[in-house]
């Protein structure tokens, strides 16, 4: 059974950093990627970061680009995302989810964890 449980997340105040974890069971990280979305409230889900186990490539949205940084630690089935100089509009519910490739796209993923909370305190 694939499973996916994140964690990680609390609450921050401006400036500050947090790494959010993935853990994944059930699958073979060298065959899918794992990408990290988040969702605000009353705004869309949207994916900020994408690992590849199978091409080794990492993905991300512009709006992530330059704070966020995904990782994999395959041995222990781990995906990471750090978030550096955190602000108000980062504010989620942070996800990780399963599917054969990198996709931005919710519908696209075949497995999702239950979330983690990140809260930013201006």
């Known amino acids: 059974e694939v499973q996916l449980v994140e964690s990680g997340g609390g609450l921050v105040q401006t400036g500050g950093s947090l790494k959010l974890s993935c853990a994944a069971s059930g699958f073979s990280f060298d065959y899918y990627a794992i990408t990290w979305f988040r969702q605000a409230p009353g705004k869309e889900r949207e994916g900020v970061a994408c690992i590849s186990g199978r091409y080794g490539s990492e993905i991300y949205a512009d709006s992530a680009k330059g704070r966020f940084t995904i990782s994999s630690d395959n041995t222990n089935q781990t995906v990471y995302l750090q978030v550096d100089n955190l602000v108000p509009e980062d504010t989620a519910t942070y996800y990780c989810?399963?599917?054969?490739?990198?996709?931005?796209?919710?519908?696209?993923?075949?497995?999702w964890g239950p979330g983690t909370q990140v809260t930013v305190s201006s």
């Open positions: 989810a399963l599917n054969g490739l990198c996709s931005p796209k919710p519908s696209d993923q075949a497995s």
